[in-house]
């Protein structure tokens, strides 16, 4: 596990690596449009809070 910051709002939040098997955002549904609007603010990892908005 490696303690993350948001790419979005700053919050710490803890990621399971690049191993989307393991890590709790694999199982968020998230639509392509969504996904956009995220990379186009950010590269990195969001929170679960960003990702759910």
Known sequence: MV???CGMCGAQFDCMGR???LCWCAKV????????KIRK?????VCKEC???
Do not use: H
């Open 3 to 5: 303690a993350m910051k």
């Open 19 to 21: 191993d989307l098997k």
């Open 29 to 36: 549904d998230t639509s392509r449009e969504k996904l956009a």
């Open 41 to 45: 603010r950010t590269r990195d990892c």
């Open 51 to 53: 990702l759910m908005k």
